[in-house]
């Protein structure tokens, strides 16, 4: 099984791919006009930003990801920061064909309408559930054990979200975090590294893998 050749999701995934490559663009576009028109310090919260940005995993994390899944044979994948949901197709791929669940967020609201849309478009109803707000919140009912837990929301909650879902995680289950070079995530990336952390971790690029040992 390979959801990840179900055109479906292979053409859903060229398409933003390629919608993704334009964020340099945009950022250097941005970058301009904020220059110009500095923003209000006064903004409404600060996690809702950068919603005209994919930050989207490339193609080569998106692909480790789905194996790292499949492999583990995760049932139940937990995902911090959805965007646009490049990183959501992918796992969900793999929830598919793990015959598992996979449980994405998002703050940002637009972003939110547009990855519900891509679920359904996808025909991954059954195995993506996409909870919205603060996934510090949301994620404080979940009650299941995570197999697989994927960090890629706000670097600076990296480490309080692996606080919250630790008590959920099993022997064996895998959290993966990407960005780990940004400064933001150093303290998470202190604190697995540190030998009473519980887990096994090692960087590969700028994704983090760390495997819990209890
Ligand atoms: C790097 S992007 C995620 C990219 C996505 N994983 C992908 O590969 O396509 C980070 C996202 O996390 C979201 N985010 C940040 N903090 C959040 C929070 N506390 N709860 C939910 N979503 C959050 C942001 O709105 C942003 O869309």
Redesign the pocket.
């Known amino acids: 099984m390979n959801s990840l050749a179900d055109p479906k999701i292979s053409d859903l995934l060229e398409r ?1 791919q390629e919608s ?1 490559q334009r964020d340099s663009e945009r950022w250097a576009e941005r970058s301009a006009r904020q220059q110009q028109n500095p923003p209000a310090s006064d903004e409404p919260d600060p ?5 005209e ?5 490339s193609p080569a ?2 692909k480790l990801l789905y194996m790292l899944a499949r492999s583990g044979k995760a049932k139940q994948i937990v ?10 197709l992918y796992l969900g791929a793999a929830a598919r064909d793990n015959g598992g669940q996979l449980i994405t ?4 609201p637009d ?1 939110c309408v547009a990855t519900r849309q891509l679920i359904t478009d996808a025909g991954l109803d059954d195995h993506v559930t996409l909870l919205e ?6 994620l404080k009912a979940l009650q299941d054990d995570v197999d697989l837990l ?1 960090l ?3 670097k600076g ?1 990296y480490l309080p ?1 692996l606080e919250l879902i630790r008590p959920r995680l099993h022997d064996g289950s895998l959290v993966a975090a ?2 780990v070079d940004h400064q933001a995530a150093q303290p998470y990336v202190e604190a697995m590294e540190a030998v009473d952390s519980g887990f096994v971790t090692t960087t590969v690029g700028d994704m983090q893998l760390s495997c819990y040992s209890g």
Not at 53 to 57: I, K, M, N, R
Not at 105 to 108: F, G, I, K, N
């Open positions: 933003l993704a996690l809702i930003r950068m919603g940005f994919y930050l989207g995993v994390e998106g995902e911090f920061g959805a965007s646009y949901g490049i990183s959501t967020t998002e703050v940002h972003k707000g603060d996934a510090l919140e949301t994927f890629d929301g706000w909650l979200m990407d960005n």
